[in-house]
């Protein structure tokens, strides 16, 4: 039991420090131990992140260590996620564009939202980040996508998923926009005219399905 505790300290502790290699040496031991990678994710490595995020608030930590903490999650993640469920590969195929939207370079919940869509029998085009309203567009007119995921983490660049909403309703395209990252919320979903918003990534697999349940693809 001490050892199950004590990989999420250690994890947490990596990853605070920015110890790329060590962080994802843990993550390797996880998955020896058989730690579910989803759980590990979300309990060791969310809340160490999101530890940092708090640091940097209260000005204890600086932009340089907020990256490599950054990048430690990453390293975690890399080493995690090639074991997250491909066990439902068999589902019928349905295609999500996934991207953080133009402006924001925040790539850690996308990320994270795309490997469970695919895990979840979608397939997955991730775009990266600082994808523009146009490009997410088009990728999902050459696709023929189902859905549009877009992610903002900051306040100032919400405003592009608005606008993704407005260009895919001019656009005419049948395709549904799932909005998410850690400002939004389900009232700016509404506002925006947004097919979906969820708050996890976990949450964001089960909107999508509905979502396209409802479409009756
Ligand atoms: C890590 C981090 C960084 C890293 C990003 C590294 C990377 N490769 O992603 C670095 C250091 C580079 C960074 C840079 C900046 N950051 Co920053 N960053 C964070 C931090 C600490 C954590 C974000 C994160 O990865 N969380 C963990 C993931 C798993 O959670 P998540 O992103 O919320 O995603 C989950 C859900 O939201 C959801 N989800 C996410 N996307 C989607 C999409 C869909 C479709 C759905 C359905 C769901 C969904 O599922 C995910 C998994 O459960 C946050 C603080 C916070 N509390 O969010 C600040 C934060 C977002 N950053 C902030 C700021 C200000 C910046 C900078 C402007 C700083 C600067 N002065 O330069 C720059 C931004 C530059 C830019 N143009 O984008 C602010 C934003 C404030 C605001 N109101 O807009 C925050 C809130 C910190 C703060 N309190 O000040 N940042």
Redesign the pocket.
């Given at each position: 039991m001490h050892e199950i505790q004590s990989l999420e300290a250690e994890i947490h502790q990596a990853i605070l420090e920015g110890e790329e290699e060590l962080a994802a040496q843990i993550a390797e031991r996880a998955l020896e131990q058989g730690r579910e990678p989803l759980d590990f994710v979300e309990n060791g490595c969310?809340p160490a992140?999101?530890e940092?995020?708090e640091l940097?608030?209260e000005g204890e930590y600086f932009?340089p260590e907020?990256?490599t903490a950054?990048q430690a999650m990453?390293a975690a993640m890399a080493v995690l996620e090639k074991e997250v469920g491909a066990s439902d590969s068999g589902r019928a195929r349905r295609r999500a564009v996934i991207g953080t939207v133009a402006?924001?370079?925040?790539?850690?919940?996308?990320t994270?939202?795309g490997t469970l869509l695919s895990a979840n029998g979608f397939e997955v085009f991730d775009e990266g980040v600082g994808v523009t309203v146009e490009r997410f567009v088009e990728r999902a007119r050459e696709l023929d996508a189902n859905m549009i995921?877009?992610?903002a983490?900051?306040?100032?660049t919400m405003v592009e998923q608005r606008q993704l909403v407005e260009a895919v309703r001019k656009a005419g395209l049948e395709v549904k926009v799932?909005?998410?990252?850690?400002?939004v919320r389900q009232s700016w979903a509404d506002e925006i005219g947004a097919d979906g918003?969820?708050?996890?990534?976990v949450a964001?697999v089960s909107?999508a399905r509905q979502l396209l349940a409802d479409a009756e693809l």
């Open positions: 969310v992140i999101r940092a995020g940097f608030d932009l907020l990256v950054a990453k402006g924001d370079i925040h790539d850690i919940g996308k994270l939202v995921c877009a992610s983490l900051l306040t100032t799932m909005v998410g990252g850690a400002p918003y969820a708050e996890s990534a964001a909107v």
